[in-house]
């Protein structure tokens, strides 16, 4: 089981990426999904959350209308895409699985059972 994380790198504030989370090993398409971000010296933290249909998605106040999480089950793939980048969101961004298929999806990271290695996101002033 293994979740794939792809797409970061080094972007200057005000700029664009789109992080990538492959799923394999097994189907995620009934799970919530969600992306963290640790920054050096700091807590990981929540980001984004969707849940297995789509139709619940929740953000990090720091996030909101910066950042879209989208997810194409077809594919097994979640997606972060970010927009107007700020020096203070560079961090490592993972991705994780919930097997639990609720609703309204978990912003709490012990809630999720499988993780990604991340991938770093720097974002020079």
């Known amino acids: 089981v293994q979740l794939q994380a792809s797409g970061g790198g080094l972007v200057q504030a005000g700029g664009s990426l789109r992080l990538s989370c492959a799923g394999s090993?097994?189907?995620?398409?009934?799970?919530?999904m969600g992306w963290f971000r640790q920054a050096p010296g700091k807590e990981r933290e929540f980001v984004a959350v969707i849940n297995w249909s789509s139709s619940s998605t929740y953000y990090a106040d720091s996030v909101k209308g910066r950042f879209a999480i989208s997810r194409d089950n077809a594919k097994s793939t979640v997606y972060l895409q970010m927009i107007s980048l700020k020096p203070e969101d560079t961090a490592v961004y993972y991705c994780?699985?919930?097997?639990?298929?609720?609703?309204?999806?978990?912003?709490?990271?012990?809630?999720?059972?499988?993780w990604g290695q991340g991938t770093q996101v720097t974002v020079s002033s």
């Open positions: 090993g097994r189907t995620f398409r009934w799970d919530n």
């Open positions: 994780a699985a919930d097997r639990d298929n609720t609703e309204v999806p978990s912003t709490t990271l012990h809630e999720y059972d499988y």
